[in-house]
């Protein structure tokens, strides 16, 4: 299967190239794309990738790359780059964040090609998830009702969770005009989500929520159900400049309350998400690596028992939720196979990311406008 690949970034570079690479019966990394042309030759050259199949923008690849699909691993929102895509009924593993705004995802949900486009929740395809979610479905599994979910995430910063993959330098060879013009065009899209709230509020939407927190949505999703509402949220910072900490309380449609707790540690020792439902008989843990470092196991921990006896099962697996990712997408290319993940389970989390945003302003005396103002609860 022939792929291209857009944006050349720390994702491209340090999971999805090599991944591919190593799977040479399965895909042909058949072109590349990015802004940057020292990018382009540098990995175009250690993956073979010809000169002339090395792109500077999405529409050249979709309409010049002799590809079967397409990986979107671009920043920011992927709505209209995937649209692009969908028009030329190319299929699509797209990166997350979906897009910023609701507009963006029913746009790409009213095309013909909707069902063509995996959204790239690589935690979905983790082996302990699915047993997680296997394990909650099952009724003589002896959990019984569900009363909490809580999550904690404890971000170092990234080059600290990249080291290890010896990434190429930042590159100084993009246009700076086009670099401000990529930066109003993502101001704008969070403008149209939030409304003048993204002053204060727009880095905690785009890169936090939308660009981090939806990954423990996807593993809410797949074990027990969507997040319906936002109750309660504070965001705060160890220090100016810095993304601080933002904290969550939602429930699911059955009432089970949900907290999430979301962390930069710029010194903390290594990248670490803890997920845990609670039961009235027992509770489900995951513990998730550092997302980068591929075959890295997830820990699934069971404890259930009655009256002084308990019972623990543990779980993990180094299958690598990225590569079975990549044949899913292979399976929905070749085979039409439905994906697992897609425009749906995005717009869900957009709107979900615009709740959180809404109480973040409530909390802060911020008027709330934009999409996100039709989420706000009317006064009484």
């Known amino acids: 299967m022939r792929v ?67 990986i979107l691993l671009t920043s920011g929102s992927h709505g209209a780059a995937a649209l692009a895509a969908l028009d030329r009924d190319m299929p699509i593993l797209c990166e997350k964040p979906l897009a910023y705004t609701v507009a963006e995802a029913d746009r790409l949900a009213a095309s013909p090609n909707a069902d063509r486009l995996l959204l790239g929740y690589m935690k979905v395809f983790d082996p302990a998830v699915m047993e997680a979610g296997r394990l909650v479905a099952d009724p003589g599994a002896g959990l019984g009702e569900r009363r909490a979910i809580e999550v904690a995430v ?13 990434l190429r ?4 060879d993009v246009d700076r005009e086009v670099v401000a013009a990529l930066r109003a065009s993502t101001d704008g899209l969070v403008r149209a989500a939030i409304g003048p ?11 936090i929520l939308l660009s981090s927190v939806v990954h423990e949505l996807s593993v809410i999703r797949a074990v027990a159900g969507d997040v319906v509402a ?17 904290l969550l309380v939602g429930r699911l449609a059955d009432g089970t309350r949900v907290t999430i707790g979301w962390h ?8 670490r998400e803890d997920v845990r439902f609670h039961h009235v008989g027992g509770s489900v843990e995951l513990r998730f690596p550092a997302p980068y470092r591929l075959h890295e196991p997830t820990r699934l921990w069971v404890s259930t028992g009655r009256n002084e006896v308990r019972h623990e099962v543990a779980f ?10 990549l044949l899913a997408f292979r399976d929905l290319v070749v085979d039409g196979a439905t994906p697992r ?10 709107v979900t990311c615009q709740r959180a945003a809404v109480a973040l302003a409530q909390r802060r005396g911020i008027v709330i406008s934009g999409e996100a103002a039709t989420l706000v609860a009317p006064s009484t």
Do not use: M
């Open 341 to 350: 993940t897609g425009i749906a389970d995005g717009r869900t989390d957009i």
């Open 264 to 271: 930069f540690l710029p010194n903390y020792p290594a990248y």
């Open 154 to 166: 404890l971000h170092p910063t990234s080059k600290s969770q990249l080291a290890f993959a010896h």
């Open 169 to 172: 330098p930042p590159p100084a």
């Open 4 to 70: 291209g690949i857009a944006g050349l970034g720390a994702v491209a570079q340090a999971v999805h190239l090599p991944l591919l690479a190593r799977l040479p019966d399965v895909f042909e990394i058949a072109a590349i794309c990015d802004l940057s042309a020292a990018l382009r030759d540098d990995l175009g050259d250690r993956y073979n990738v010809p000169p002339a199949a090395r792109y500077d923008s999405v529409e050249r690849l979709l309409d010049e790359a002799p590809i079967d699909a397409l």
């Open 230 to 246: 936002i109750d309660w949220a504070d965001a705060w910072e160890a220090r100016p400049g810095t993304p601080g900490s933002v």
């Open 197 to 207: 709230a993204a002053a204060d509020l727009g880095e905690i939407y785009g890169e």
């Open 316 to 325: 993990d697996s180094i299958e690598e939720a990225f590569e079975t990712e």
